[in-house]
């Protein structure tokens, strides 16, 4: 059903067409109107790989937690991001329809996906690479917005009627723990640590991931450090 | 092969009040027919969906960096989401996707009733998204103190840096969340107008298919955010 447009040959005796200034001699193939077996098929694809990423994802949640095996950090990603680029490229070819469209709107998109790419290497390169590149300012740079000295309203008045503003000293995830220690006590709060990590192990093995960080690291300049090791199980 | 029209064959009739809406619509008048104007549009669309996408990939780079810088907070953050939810929303959007796709094809088959069914499902879907995400997501965790930075209130943490974490969680699925109820009310007016107007059929249905490329950005950015906040850790 390609409905081809008709060129314009119909000029004057230098070939100058009104109509068409410019001589255009593009040709569209119409507007292809998808069958809906393809797009039902298409959506039971795209149910069936979220089915499948899901999946995926437990099965590996189990293997480690459960059956104690090591995976690689790495392969948790690998897997999920390429189930999600291939239902991706499936709602772009057929829902959007690019695979019947103009191709210079794929031209488009495929750019904006390059600019992303170069946003995020070069991003990664940097913050990743820094301490390579000059080393001996470690020492001098605090990069990054450090999280600490903030101020935050309470949401209560003092006596003349203006609200009350707490300084926060320190990171606010210690300052919002020592609250909570200062309200309810140590062990109160030890013991909903320990509810809620009921089979809490140390990270072991090269699987693990483990925190990188570069001259941007200031974040955590004074995060208390005992607690730390409650994360990423 | 077939009779359906297409914008090629768009003969305006626009003095006709007996003549449906996108029968009587007229071209601009500096485009040569129906169809430039078609296509001049989409790749005007195709542009801004491009600078949709930077927007997005300002947040998924954050996502990137802190998740390199601080591994174990976005695996403690990760894992206090329930992947039932965010799956069930995976599914809710990839039928709507699918719903808006089946709208379009119906506009060019001149199908106004089941375009009208197509586009209520997609509105009823953006609809339960919106309320299983502030119900089951936004409430709970707002209310246990999980918030993004300064607002951060949750002392049984198990990173210090889990504050990012949240910030990088409230601004991706917020911002995407916006993006969903903005498609929604471009749908609702398409819905409103081809009711009213019966403002799309075969040979004129822009404002429908450029708001159904928006939906289909707004799915396939959930396709990305779904793994990278669910299922990573």
Redesign the interface.
């Known amino acids: 059903?390609s409905?081809t447009?008709p060129t314009h040959h119909n000029g004057d005796a230098n070939g100058y067409d009104p109509?068409?200034p410019h001589g255009f001699t593009y040709v569209?193939h119409?507007?292809h109107?998808?069958s809906?077996r393809t797009?039902?098929l298409?959506?039971l694809a795209?149910?069936a790989f979220?089915g499948l990423?899901?999946g995926a994802?437990?099965v590996e949640?189990y293997m480690i937690e459960v059956m104690g095996w090591s995976i690689p950090?790495w392969a948790?990603?690998i897997i999920?991001?390429s189930?999600?680029t291939v239902?991706?490229i499936l709602?772009?070819t057929?829902?959007?329809?690019l695979k019947y469209?103009?191709p210079?709107?794929t031209i488009?998109?495929l750019?904006?996906?390059f600019?992303?790419a170069i946003?995020?290497s070069f991003?990664?390169l940097d913050?990743?690479n820094r301490h390579r590149v000059e080393a001996y300012r470690a020492p001098q740079i605090s990069a990054g917005g450090t999280?600490v000295n903030?101020t935050?309203k309470t949401g209560e008045v003092n006596e003349k009627g203006e609200p009350i503003v707490e300084n926060?000293v320190g990171?606010?995830?210690?300052y919002?723990?020592n609250?909570?220690?200062e309200e309810k006590g140590a062990d109160y709060?030890k013991k909903?640590?320990a509810e809620?990590?009921p089979h809490h192990e140390e990270p072991v093995g090269p699987s693990r991931?483990?925190?990188?960080?570069g001259l941007?690291?200031a974040?955590?300049e004074h995060?208390?450090a005992s607690?730390?090791a409650?994360?990423?199980? | 092969?077939?009779s359906?029209p297409?914008?090629?064959d768009h003969q305006p009739s626009p003095g006709d009040p007996s003549a449906p809406g996108w029968k009587r619509y007229v071209a601009a008048s500096h485009f040569?027919s129906a169809?430039d104007e078609?296509?001049a549009c989409?790749?005007g669309f195709?542009?801004f969906?491009?600078t949709e996408?930077?927007l997005f990939?300002?947040l998924?780079?954050a996502y990137?960096?802190f998740r390199?810088?601080?591994?174990?907070?976005f695996?403690?953050g990760s894992?206090s989401l329930d992947?039932k939810w965010g799956?069930l929303n995976?599914?809710v959007l990839?039928?709507s996707?699918?719903t808006?796709?089946?709208s379009i094809?119906c506009a060019?088959?001149d199908k106004r009733f089941w375009l009208h069914v197509n586009l209520i499902i997609t509105l009823v879907c953006a609809a339960a998204f919106v309320v299983i995400k502030f119900t089951f997501e936004y409430g709970p965790k707002w209310a246990e103190?999980k918030r993004p930075?300064?607002?951060?209130?949750?002392?049984?943490?198990?990173?210090?840096?889990?504050?990012?974490w949240w910030s990088v969680y409230y601004c991706a699925t917020g911002i995407h969340a916006l993006h969903v109820i903005i498609g929604a009310c471009l749908l609702a007016w398409c819905l409103y107008r081809s009711v009213r107007h019966k403002a799309y059929g075969p040979t004129h249905y822009t404002m429908l298919e450029n708001s159904g490329?928006y939906w289909?950005?707004v799915?396939?950015i959930w396709?990305?955010l779904?793994?990278?906040l669910y299922?990573?850790?």
């Open positions: 059903m409905h447009k109509d068409n569209d119409g507007h109107i998808m809906g797009l039902l298409v959506l795209l149910l979220t990423t899901v994802a437990q949640t950090h948790n990603v999920a991001m189930i999600a239902k991706a709602v772009v057929f829902f959007m329809a469209d103009n210079l709107n488009v998109f750019f904006c996906l600019a992303f946003f995020l991003t990664a913050l990743g999280g903030l935050r926060i990171p606010i995830a210690g919002v723990r609250v909570t220690i709060v909903k640590l809620k990590h991931s483990r925190p990188q960080r941007s690291g974040l955590d995060a208390p607690d730390a409650h994360g990423g199980h | 092969m077939t359906i297409t914008q090629h040569r169809a078609f296509d989409k790749l195709w542009l969906l491009a996408v930077l990939a300002g998924f780079c990137a960096i390199m810088m601080y591994p174990e907070a695996a403690a894992h992947v799956g995976t599914v990839l039928i996707s699918y808006v796709a089946s094809r060019m088959l103190g930075g300064v607002l951060f209130d949750y002392p049984l943490w198990s990173h210090p840096q889990e504050p990012i490329l289909h950005l799915d396939l396709i990305f779904f793994p990278l299922l990573i850790h």
